[in-house]
C-alpha cells in the first residue's frame, strides 16, 4: 500500500478490494492523471476518506502514475520536551520543522540539521525512526513527489527557539498535548498522518 497526499488530499494504492464504503474508489485502469483525478473530485475527497485507488500491484501503479514528477527527498522531526513538541509556522500553516537531503547526508543527519536551521535549537537527541510520508506540489510549473522520512527525538534544553526567517519560518513553537486539536485543524495531512504515528 502506498499513501500519498495530493492536493493536501489521500490517495491510496493498494491491493486490497476491501474499502470503506464512504470512500471514493476507482480502479487503476480508470485513472491517468491522479491530480487531475483530484482536482475534479476534491469535493468527493476528505481528509479522513481517501480517494482509493485498486490495482493489481499499488508499487507500479504508484510508479506509473507518478513518473512524470521530480522525485525529492526530504528528512524531519517530532521533537519532544517533556509533553511539548515543536512545531513550526510557514505559510499560513503548522508544521514540523523538516528539508531536503543534503549531497552526502544521511537522512538521519538531515532530520537533525533541519531542525536546528529551522528552529534555533542543538542537542536534541535521536530516539527512534517513525514512518515516511508522500505528497506533491508544483515548482516552477513542474510537478513534484516529494518523500519525507521522520524521527523522533528528545530535547531537554532549555534554549530559547530562533525561527528561520528566510525560509519563511514565522514563528518556531513549543506546543502542548492539549493543544493538539487546534494545530491539526490547520496543518497538512502528512503531517497529521506523522502526528497520530507519534
Avoid at 482509493?52 to 512524470?68: K, M, Q, S
Avoid at 509556522?89 to 543527519?109: C, Q, S, Y
Avoid at 514512518?131 to 513534484?144: A, S
Avoid at 527525538?153 to 532549555?158: D, L, V
Amino acid at each position: 500500500m502506498y499513501k500519498v497526499f495530493v492536493e493536501n488530499r489521500p490517495v491510496i494504492f493498494t491491493q486490497n478490494s476491501e474499502t470503506d464504503s464512504l470512500s471514493l474508489c476507482l480502479e487503476a485502469d480508470e485513472v491517468e492523471d491522479v491530480n487531475l483525478v483530484v482536482r475534479n473530485r476534491i469535493e468527493l475527497i476528505s481528509h479522513n476518506k481517501p480517494l482509493v485507488i485498486h490495482c493489481a500491484d499499488a508499487g507500479i501503479e504508484f510508479n506509473r502514475l507518478f513518473l512524470r514528477h521530480d522525485r525529492v527527498s526530504a528528512a524531519g522531526g517530532v521533537v519532544r520536551r517533556w509533553d511539548d513538541i515543536l512545531f513550526i509556522r510557514k505559510n499560513d500553516m503548522w508544521d514540523l520543522p523538516k528539508g531536503f537531503v543534503d549531497f552526502g547526508e544521511t537522512i538521519a543527519e538531515t532530520a537533525y540539521r533541519e531542525i536546528s536551521e529551522e528552529c534555533g535549537i542543538e542537542g536534541h537527541v535521536l530516539t527512534r525512526k517513525l514512518i515516511e510520508t508522500w505528497h506533491t506540489y508544483t515548482y516552477h510549473d513542474r510537478p513534484v513527489l516529494k518523500q519525507t522520512h521522520w524521527f523522533e527525538f528528545q530535547y531537554s534544553g532549555t534554549k530559547r527557539t530562533i525561527p528561520q526567517v528566510e525560509e519563511g519560518i514565522s514563528d518556531a513553537v513549543w506546543i502542548s498535548k492539549n493543544q493538539f486539536n487546534t494545530v491539526l485543524n490547520e496543518c497538512y495531512g502528512s503531517v497529521r498522518d506523522v502526528l497520530e504515528y507519534f
